[in-house]
């Protein structure tokens, strides 16, 4: 299974990126998607999660500025980023089915 991230960079405060997550090896329409953030220092929390059948659950902190969607037929997972913060900076992480993890993509938001 290969979980490749893109779509990360730097953006100002207010901005927008969005991160891709494509997938293969995986019967991606079955899998459960999340997106994870480490910070530095921190430890790595979900962002979002989206199952199978489309349900989402957020952290408390994106909510209402970040949305995941997936597109089973491009095998790829998307999460649109908009408000940004300051304290979104982190390496963002795709994990597919529960277990199989991209390698990371680093998201900056700094003015």
């Known amino acids: 299974v290969q979980v490749v991230e893109s779509g990360g960079g730097l953006v100002q405060p207010g901005g927008s990126l969005r991160l891709s997550c494509a997938a293969s090896?995986?019967?991606?329409?079955?899998?459960?998607m999340g997106w994870y953030r480490q910070a530095p220092g921190k430890e790595r929390e979900l962002v979002v999660g989206?199952?199978?059948?489309?349900?989402?659950n957020y952290a408390d902190s994106v909510k209402g500025r970040f949305t995941i969607s997936r597109d089973n037929a491009k095998n790829t997972v998307y999460l649109q980023m908009n408000s940004l913060k300051v304290e979104d900076t982190a390496i963002y992480y795709c994990?597919?089915?529960?277990?199989?993890w991209g390698q990371g993509i680093q998201v900056t938001v700094s003015s």
């Open positions: 994990k597919v089915g529960g277990i199989y």
């Open positions: 090896g995986i019967l991606f329409s079955i899998a459960n």
């Open positions: 989206i199952t199978r059948s489309g349900s989402t």
